[in-house]
Each structure stands twice: as structure tokens, then as C-alpha cells.
């Protein structure tokens, strides 16, 4: 097996923009505030940060932002992966260049590829980079899905070192952790999943839920290494109307909503995205304080 990035929870942290542009003020607050509830790892520019919509620019600098405020507290996972896969190697590139300590690659969105495709653009921009790569399954999003085979034939590449499976499959993850669970770890990227692919050997989560509840996301998993498996699936039980409420909307609209909640920016978002609407708003709201968070 290849070295492990992080073991537990780790939070795909969203953007908080004032103004229109990121707001850092409120980006490190909310970073320190993972880190000091026992967050695992932060994933920054991925799609709860809306990373589609940074510029150039903005990716870049909040990537190099993000990796000078963690300052090596937990690892940093630079979402770099695009439907470009030049600009995936080129964005890849930069973030190792500045500290990060891997990289989240999601399947080519839009265009799509064969499944050889996938093969031959994860390896192009493993190739280029000396740091670990993530795969990130989750076909409701880009119309594409790496298959159990394909996840295989990637997991013999050595930066290759683990996949995001979100694609809410769990037969899919049986498969992956049946052919690669030797060679490559699994982390679960649904909320509502997180035990059930902890109990086929996955290492951890990428996690939504965690921006707002980042303390018991961690001890969700904690507790399942520990032999604590009870506990674990009560929480995975107790949260499951907030992740539910968190997903209502297409993320990140309630997560910014949530975390906005907290203090922890504007609800601000951009264009396609919008506003939760205000009914789900409510849900959100009662899902919170259910849960003592508001």
C-alpha cells in the first residue's frame, strides 16, 4: 500500500467571496476553526469551493493562500482536475509548486471521455507532478464515471493514491475496494455514505458536512477505526437530516448558506449558482439547531 494522505475526515472547504472576490478574512477564520475542531486534512478549490468559477488567478492564489494558513497543521488537497487536461497539468503543476501536499482530480466534465480516455488523461497529469493524486469519481456531476477496472489499471501509477467516490454506488465501491483496495485507498465523497464504505475499508471522507460540524465528521470516523462502530453509525444516523438538508439544493448552495450562518462570510455565490431559496433556508436552519450548531 502507498503512503496514506490523511486518515478521517477532511473538509472540501467553500469560498467565501465579499464583493465579489474571495474573502480571505473570512476563508482563514474559517480554516482555523477546522483545524482546531480536529479536521483531518482541507481540500480547497474543489466544487464546494466553487473552483469552476475561480479565475486563473484566484485559483492559483487561493491555493498558495490556503497552504500559507494550514502552514503544515494537516495536509492540503489542491482541486486541480479539469475537463482540460493540459490546464489540469498546468494548474497540478503550480499547486505542488507552492506546498500543497496533493491533488484532487476530478473526471473531465462536459466532453467526457472513453474510459481509456480517463486512463490516459489521470496518467498525463500524474506523470507531471511528484506529489499524490486523488481521483474524483462523481458522475451525477460530470456524466462520467471511472469504472472499477479503470481505477485498477490507475492505481499502478505511484502518484496515483487514492479516489473521492461519490458516486453514490456503494456496489461500485465493493468492486474498487475488491480489485484496487490494496493499492489505492477510498474515501467516501457522500456525507450520507461515510460508514458504510468506512466498513469496506475506506480510509476517510471528503466532506461537506464538516464546514459546519467538522468536530463530530472527524469522530464520526475516529470512532469507527477505534472499534467504536456503534458510535460511529449513531452519528452517521444523527446527522443524516442535516446532510439531507445540505443536499437539497445543488452544493455548494447550502453549504454557503450554512457556513454563512456561522459567521463565516456572505452568503454569496457565483453565477450559475443563486441564493438557497428560502423555504429550503428554513429546513437548513431547523436541521442546524437540531443539532445545536445555530
Known amino acids: 500500500m502507498k503512503n496514506t494522505i490523511f486518515e478521517g475526515a477532511a473538509t472540501a472547504i467553500v469560498t467565501p467571496f465579499k464583493n465579489g472576490k474571495i474573502d480571505y478574512e473570512a476563508f482563514d477564520r474559517l480554516v482555523n476553526f477546522q483545524i482546531s475542531e480536529g479536521i483531518n486534512a482541507i481540500v480547497v478549490a474543489g466544487t464546494t469551493g466553487e473552483g469552476s468559477t475561480l479565475t486563473d488567478a484566484e485559483h492559483k492564489e487561493l491555493i498558495k493562500h490556503c497552504v500559507?494558513?494550514?502552514?503544515?497543521?494537516?495536509?492540503?488537497?489542491?482541486?486541480?482536475?479539469?475537463?482540460?487536461?493540459?490546464?489540469?497539468?498546468?494548474?497540478?503543476?503550480?499547486?505542488?509548486?507552492?506546498?500543497?501536499?496533493?491533488?484532487?482530480?476530478?473526471?473531465?466534465?462536459?466532453n467526457k471521455a472513453t474510459q481509456n480516455g480517463l486512463y490516459v488523461s489521470f496518467k498525463a497529469v500524474a506523470d507531471s507532478v511528484d506529489i499524490p493524486c486523488i481521483l474524483y469519481n462523481v458522475p451525477s456531476r460530470t456524466g462520467c464515471n471511472i469504472k472499477p477496472e479503470t481505477v485498477l489499471r490507475?492505481?499502478?501509477?505511484?502518484?496515483?493514491?487514492?479516489?473521492?467516490?461519490?458516486?453514490?454506488?456503494?456496489?461500485?465501491?465493493?468492486?474498487?475496494?475488491?480489485?484496487?483496495?490494496?493499492?489505492?485507498?477510498?474515501?467516501?465523497?457522500?456525507?450520507?455514505?461515510?460508514?458504510?464504505?468506512?466498513?469496506?475499508?475506506?480510509?476517510?471522507?471528503?466532506?461537506?458536512?464538516?464546514?459546519?460540524?467538522?468536530?463530530?465528521?472527524?469522530?464520526?470516523?475516529?470512532?469507527?477505526?477505534?472499534g467504536e462502530v456503534n458510535k460511529a453509525r449513531q452519528l452517521q444516523l444523527k446527522y443524516l437530516p442535516l446532510i439531507n438538508a445540505l443536499f437539497c439544493e445543488v452544493n455548494p448552495i447550502p453549504a454557503k448558506c450554512a457556513v454563512s450562518k456561522l459567521g463565516y462570510g456572505e452568503n454569496s455565490l457565483r453565477l450559475p449558482l443563486t441564493v438557497m431559496e428560502e423555504a429550503n433556508q428554513n429546513k437548513l436552519f431547523a436541521a442546524m439547531k437540531e443539532n445545536n450548531l445555530i
Open 68 to 110: 500559507e494558513v494550514v502552514n503544515k497543521r494537516v495536509p492540503v488537497i489542491a482541486g486541480t482536475g479539469s475537463n482540460d487536461t493540459a490546464y489540469a497539468i498546468e494548474l497540478s503543476r503550480y499547486a505542488q509548486s507552492v506546498g500543497a501536499d496533493a491533488l484532487l482530480l476530478v473526471t473531465p466534465y462536459y
Open 154 to 226: 490507475l492505481a499502478e501509477h505511484k502518484n496515483i493514491v487514492a479516489i473521492k467516490e461519490a458516486s453514490g454506488d456503494i456496489s461500485q465501491v465493493a468492486e474498487i475496494a475488491r480489485l484496487a483496495g490494496d493499492k489505492i485507498d477510498i474515501y467516501s465523497g457522500n456525507d450520507d455514505q461515510v460508514v458504510p464504505i468506512l466498513s469496506l475499508g475506506g480510509k476517510g471522507v471528503i466532506s461537506v458536512l464538516s464546514n459546519i460540524c467538522p468536530k463530530d465528521t472527524a469522530l464520526m470516523c475516529k470512532s469507527f477505526f477505534d
